[in-house]
């Protein structure tokens, strides 16, 4: 079955240009996060959505950063007004409801700025 | 303090040896645990849940101590394969039910 679908896959973009990162989740699956990886580094968390409930945004680090989720399915990352430290790989998860249960995650988009 | 937090390593061992690797949470209130492992350049993939009896998975063993808020996973007799980074990660409880924190990862590689 069709596993975490995220686009674009590369993105290059000058410093101070918006841009939007997609995520589409399993089907089913009620709950979606986003995370970014510097190179080298661990996961850094974002944002989380859990179906209808307000999204916990307390991984995102500055107000430049915003996400969407649609009908409970598709989301998407923004990033205004980018800066060269964004640069990242952007990472979508989603599972299935409850903690209990194991995220599966998109290949990433890689972003860089510059 | 870091809510998840592993030893970076890097641990470097013989094919066929025993590692072990450690991690430390610090919401007592977590509820559940996983280990991941992420490839070079690849996304983060479920290795296993970590259930309060200890599991095993074929050579993975994971144990955990919710006293000391202690999560270990043992790899017996090493494959090249294994190199990777393994990330420990805790899911909340509470009102940040489904929240999953992942630690910064320990660095693996398996040598001749």
């Known amino acids: 079955g069709a596993g975490v679908s995220q686009s674009p896959s590369n993105k290059v973009t000058e410093k101070g240009k918006d841009v939007e990162l997609r995520c589409d989740p399993i089907s089913g699956h009620t709950a979606l996060y986003w995370y970014r990886q510097s190179l080298g580094q661990g996961l850094e968390f974002l944002i989380y959505?859990?179906?209808?409930?307000?999204?916990?945004k307390s991984g995102l680090p500055s107000d430049r950063f915003s996400a969407e989720r649609t009908g409970g399915s598709v989301s998407t990352l923004t990033i205004q007004r980018t800066q060269q430290e964004d640069s990242a790989v952007y990472l979508c998860?989603?599972?299935?409801?409850?903690?209990?249960?194991?995220?599966?995650f998109g290949d990433g988009t890689r972003l860089s700025i510059l | 303090r870091k809510e998840v937090e592993q030893d970076p390593g890097p641990f470097n061992v013989p094919e066929g040896a025993t590692v072990a690797f450690n991690c430390t949470y610090s919401n007592s209130a977590s509820q559940s645990f996983f280990w991941y492992r992420q490839d070079c350049r690849k996304e983060p993939k479920l290795l296993m849940s970590?259930?309060?009896s200890g599991n095993e998975d074929g050579r993975f063993t994971a144990q955990l101590n919710r006293a000391s808020q202690y999560i270990s996973l043992l790899i017996r007799d090493s494959k090249l394969s294994d190199s990777a980074t393994y990330l420990c990660v805790v899911g909340a409880g509470g009102t940040s039910y489904g929240k999953l924190t992942f630690g910064q990862g320990t660095i693996l590689t398996v040598h001749p």
């Open positions: 970590v259930y309060s």
């Open positions: 959505f859990q179906g209808n409930s307000a999204p916990d």
């Open positions: 998860a989603s599972s299935i409801r409850g903690s209990n249960q194991p995220q599966h």
